[in-house]
């Protein structure tokens, strides 16, 4: 398949929007239409910082098959953890259509490299890119990443999931791997904190489902913070007294399922 590219603007974010969350019936969920409207103004804040905040491939229709976004480490909750936080992007999200494949993410990838796109958001040359990945997922997929180039940088223990975080060393750096622990925030005796965040709609909707799931369980009250505003990798996952809530994706429990996990971390 022939792609062309451009870069992410304010002229084409909605070609974008029509790659992520197209799935038939979802826009019936209030709160995924809820979740799609901030992050479109996210995407429009971003641009009017950076100026682009990735690459979108089209097909020979001229309809968009998929993109691949990024922006600095400094303006992403996971910068902390960069090996060079001033010359290091953060790519946040990567998607496309069934009909495209994930070789239209690596055909991106490529075009973002040989134009020295990462360049340019940064206002100096990047010296790395990190991703934050999961292994054995449809999404945030680390074996694509891992055989791409990227390098394991991070292993993220703490959380419920194994998350690791994959680096690509343009000027070919060696990478040396480390784990890192998180810890979760205690909002008080079975306080549930639930992070959301406007870079995609899908925390909007599994922030709807948590609440309610425990409406009614006695003793349980629910408190809902901007995942990045906090600034911690931590607060993505939703924690019960310091711990995460759930021993797996929530996105795939019933309501059942979600009650018992949350009265069994109960104290």
Not at 4 to 15: L, M, R, W, Y
């Amino acid at each position: 398949m022939i792609f062309n590219f451009e870069n992410i603007t304010a002229k084409n974010v909605d070609d974008l929007m029509s790659v992520c969350g197209n799935m038939p019936g979802l826009d019936r969920n209030p709160h995924f239409n809820e979740g799609r409207e901030a992050r479109k103004q996210w995407l429009l804040e971003m641009i009017g910082k950076f100026g682009t905040v990735g690459m979108l491939a089209y097909g020979e229709d001229g309809k968009a098959r998929g993109f691949v976004e990024a922006i600095p480490a400094s303006a992403h909750p996971l910068g902390y953890l960069a090996a060079d936080q001033p010359r290091t992007m953060v790519i946040d999200c990567a998607w496309y259509k069934q009909d495209a494949g994930v070789q239209v993410r690596k055909a991106i990838l490529d075009e973002m490299l040989a134009r020295k796109w990462f360049d340019k958001p940064l206002g100096k040359k990047c010296r790395y890119i990190d991703v934050l990945t999961l292994k054995n997922a449809p999404v945030m997929q680390y074996d694509f990443y891992h055989d791409y180039g990227f390098k394991d940088a991070i292993e993220l223990s703490g959380h419920a999931t194994g998350r690791y975080l994959l680096r690509y060393p343009i000027r070919g750096d060696e990478i040396r791997p480390r784990t890192e622990e998180l810890n979760f925030s205690d909002a008080g005796r079975n306080v549930l904190l639930i992070g959301v965040y406007h870079q995609c709609h899908m925390p909007f909707m599994i922030a709807a489902k948590i609440r309610n799931a425990v409406e009614g369980v006695e003793g349980v009250s629910v408190k809902v913070v901007d995942y990045w505003t906090t600034g911690s990798p931590a607060m993505c996952e939703t924690s019960i007294n310091g711990n995460p809530a759930f021993d797996g994706p929530v996105f795939f429990m019933n309501d059942e399922q979600i009650r018992e996990s949350i009265k069994n971390k109960m104290v």
